[in-house]
């Protein structure tokens, strides 16, 4: 019996070494998938609602920032720390007098941001130079804020607990629209972006310019004393959804919604969770998140609106359709609160 061992032990070395072999493989490949990504930054995109009515008289828009059950968490959706909050199971914090945090500074900082997205302009809205369309990309992080204040960024399948706060940060890839929906466990869901309260309830997304929830991020999503799953889905569309709000239709709408905002309907939610099955889209995770988390940043460096410059650090994720063709990704950011 003894000499079967070493048969035994030579296939369990070879077999260690293949799965070796296939780890930095496709650490190789998501290596790849990223660089590309960024090499995007610093480089703008056609607008592609600007040959068309200004948004805000579209109706084909999207969602509040709002959760969509009872918590802790504010309900006024004329506050933007309402508007900011994640889901069921996160407070939604106050300032340090105790009055709700309003959308003011938000907006200052997506408009300081939007001015410098006026790089060298390209005649397509998803090629590079004139080329082939580039297929849709997002790329995001989950920040963690640390006891001294700080951000760190922290691994998709992170588990949270209660008294966690967290910052999720935006990036895609293209002109176009964002939406953002909360379904705390996969059920009943909310609108958390657009938000009425915010830019008058537009959603245009340009191309690696950050977009944060909450919006402000001297604030956090911070988890209470029930666990849930919070399902986060993120679209990024060329085109705005059909049927979904926005802008002056989301005011609107948002006249006769109940307090936590504008839902889709069954059949448009449907649609949109069918994206998140795309089989062929491509992701792709950042292996030197582990070296980041030594370096805590400080809230005011994740500032929303601002245009990601080439030598930032790449996003702990990134996703990219399939397909050039593709109109749209969802993608769907698991926070597991246990």
């Given amino acids: 019996m003894r000499f079967k061992s070493v048969p035994v032990l030579a296939t369990?070395?070879?077999l260690l070494c293949g799965a070796s072999v296939a780890a930095r493989a496709?650490?190789?490949?998501?290596?790849?998938?990223?660089?590309d990504f960024v090499t995007t930054r610093g480089v703008s995109f056609d607008d592609p609602s600007a040959s068309?009515?200004?948004?805000k008289h579209t109706t084909h828009a999207a969602p509040t920032h709002r959760s969509n059950s009872s918590s802790a968490a504010s309900k006024n959706p004329g506050s933007n720390s309402s508007g900011s909050s994640v889901a069921s199971n996160k407070k939604t914090p106050s300032t340090a007098n105790g009055s709700k945090n309003s959308g003011t500074t938000e907006v200052a900082a997506q408009s300081d941001g939007m001015a410098e997205t006026g790089a060298q302009t390209l005649k397509t809205s998803a090629g590079v130079g004139g080329g082939a369309p580039r297929p849709v990309g997002l790329g995001y992080t989950i920040y963690m804020k640390d006891s001294a204040g700080g951000m760190i960024p922290v691994d998709a399948s992170h588990e949270y607990h209660s008294g966690d706060g967290i910052v999720i940060a935006l990036e895609p890839n293209t002109e176009g629209y964002i939406y953002v929906f909360d379904a705390e466990n996969d059920s009943n869901p909310g609108m958390l972006f657009p938000n009425?309260?915010?830019?008058?309830?537009?959603?245009?997304?340009?191309?690696?310019?950050?977009?944060?929830?909450?919006?402000?991020?001297r604030y956090t999503f911070e988890f209470d004393n029930n666990p849930a799953v919070e399902n986060v889905y993120v679209v990024v569309s060329?085109?705005?959804?059909?049927?979904?709000?926005?802008?002056?239709?989301?005011v609107a709408a948002c006249k006769k919604c109940d307090e936590y905002g504008w839902r889709p309907t069954a059949e448009q939610w449907q649609r949109i969770r069918a994206g998140a099955t795309d089989h062929h889209v491509v992701e792709a995770k950042n292996t030197q998140i582990a070296q980041l988390q030594a370096q805590?940043?400080?809230?005011a460096s994740l500032q929303r609106g601002i245009k990601i410059k080439r030598d930032d650090p790449a996003p702990a994720v990134v996703r990219v359709a399939g397909s050039p063709d593709a109109d749209a990704l969802v993608t769907v950011i698991k926070l597991v609160h246990k």
Avoid: F
């Fill in 238 to 250: 060329r085109h705005p959804l059909e049927g979904v709000p926005t802008g002056e239709a989301l």
């Fill in 296 to 299: 805590p940043v400080p809230p």
């Fill in 12 to 14: 369990v070395a070879l």
């Fill in 26 to 35: 496709q650490q190789q490949q998501d290596q790849k998938v990223i660089d």
């Fill in 196 to 217: 009425v309260a915010l830019d008058g309830g537009a959603n245009v997304a340009h191309a690696h310019v950050r977009e944060t929830y909450p919006t402000d991020t």
């Fill in 52 to 55: 068309s009515s200004t948004q």
